[in-house]
């Protein structure tokens, strides 16, 4: 299965609609900044790094018929569609990320005319596309390395093809190991409440022929006990400067129960994600989301009073004391973390 979550093409952004999957693989092609907008905040197209690519295209397609009398007039446009899509959502670094490179670029480009700046905008988007692919197969390889043939894995959310542009970072070094022919036995945390673990990553890994079996996010200790758990492999949507990282709701739970069973508990992400700039985990804004997301069931059946007081986080922080190590595309990262992490982004 080669699919591409998010890709230019025939002038338009084409996703995945994630929200039609698993009952229907539908692509959508948005061709204008609201509708792409929209589409990162109803999570048709989500996790971080497939954030960062749709954030660049995102900022090419609020600028590309911009008709501006110089670059002054230009760049007053460019910010305001950066900062309309730094609004859709705040928890993943790799958003911001990209919207800042997309504005470096520009900048480089101050002298150009505004055709030339347009030009260089959309190369630099189809740039962080291609380097996520990259960065994914190689956090794959370094994984790959920690994982022994016959072992069993668990993940939650979805942080595979899905997510990235086409291989994914927990989910790639499942990929990995199984082409160098490691046999392997994952189990997908549901994932409340929007269910991308249920929905999604059983679905890819289905489809690449992993084998793979879901559980309800309150079944992993149980699992655990029962001895079935080798090793959990999380990724992420904003890592520390110490550490301490942001995941899916239901991450820091896991890396608990890791700790109380002496599972070693690894979080993949690409130095995208990592954000030197937020000192430590309670520094990270965790994205709140609609009460109806918990009170109904994908927001179809009610399955709570819709009168209830709902709390609805979208994502938590795992203290960097819980992991075992970083797998990212630079390599692995031991502890200390706050020394590392900088060693490896800098180095
Ligand atoms: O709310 P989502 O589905 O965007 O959350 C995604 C995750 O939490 C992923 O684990 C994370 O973005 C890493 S994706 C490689």
């Not at 954030?51 to 501006?68: D, S």
């Not at 938590?316 to 004391?321: E, F, L, M, R, S």
């Amino acid at each position: 299965m080669n699919i591409r979550t998010i890709e230019w093409k025939n002038n338009a952004v084409r996703i995945i609609d994630q929200t039609r999957l698993p009952a229907e693989f539908v692509y959508l092609a948005i061709k204008d900044l609201k509708s792409l907008w929209l589409a990162i905040k109803k999570l048709k197209v989500r996790g971080a790094p497939a954030l960062g690519a749709a954030a660049a295209w995102g900022v090419y397609l609020g600028v590309k018929n911009i008709r501006a009398r110089n670059f002054s007039h230009f760049k007053r446009r460019l910010d305001k569609v950066i900062s309309y899509l730094s609004s859709a959502r705040p928890t993943a670094i790799n958003l911001f990320w990209a919207l800042e490179r997309m504005r470096a670029v520009a900048e480089c480009y101050s002298k150009e005319s505004i055709q030339e700046i347009k030009k260089a905008l959309f190369k630099e988007a189809q740039t962080i596309a291609e380097e996520d692919r990259a960065a994914c197969r190689r956090i794959g390889c370094f994984g790959s390395r920690l994982i022994n043939d016959g072992e069993n894995i668990l993940t939650i959310c979805n942080a595979g093809i899905l997510a990235t542009i086409d291989y994914g970072t927990a989910l790639a070094v499942i990929y990995r190991a199984k082409e160098e022919g490691k046999r392997l036995k994952v189990y997908a945390c549901e994932t409340r409440p929007l269910l991308q673990g249920a929905r999604l990553t059983t679905w890819e890994l289905k489809r690449k022929g992993i084998d793979v079996t879901l559980i309800t996010d309150g079944m992993a200790a149980a699992l655990m006990y029962a001895g079935k758990v080798d090793k959990v492999i999380v990724g992420a949507d904003r890592i520390a400067a110490n550490g301490d990282t942001a995941n899916k709701i239901g991450t820091y739970n896991l890396a608990i129960l890791s700790r109380y069973h002496k599972i070693p508990f690894y979080v993949a992400a690409p130095v995208s994600t990592f954000d030197l700039r937020i000192k430590r985990g309670k520094e990270i804004r965790i994205e709140q989301r609609p009460a109806e997301e918990v009170t109904r069931l994908f927001f179809k059946k009610p399955i709570a009073n819709g009168n209830i007081k709902v709390f609805n986080p979208a994502f938590d922080i795992t203290p960097a004391a819980l992991i075992s190590n970083f797998i990212t595309d630079r390599g692995i990262i031991n502890k200390p973390y706050s020394r590392n992490i900088l060693k490896t982004l800098r180095g």
